[in-house]
């Protein structure tokens, strides 16, 4: 059997047998890191998804008048 250290809390956890490269224990907390990774990696690497995250895009465009309009002129093949 294999023990691995998890990557949010440092523990020693025993992977599930059906979930490949596991990292995370089964700790909530813990849980929540994997997702939030997840969710974070996701976002990096689509656009779609970038796109979708709207209430952090009215933010942060807020905070960046002008950047759109120029990134769209850049990026319009896309
Ligand atoms: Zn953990």
Redesign the pocket.
Known sequence: MTIRQ??????P?TPWPQTKNQQ????P??QN?RRRRKQAKRRRESPIMRESDALYFKDWSAKNPGYWQKYRAEHASF
């Open positions: 998890c990557k949010a809390c440092g523990n956890f995370f224990c089964s700790n907390g813990c890191e």
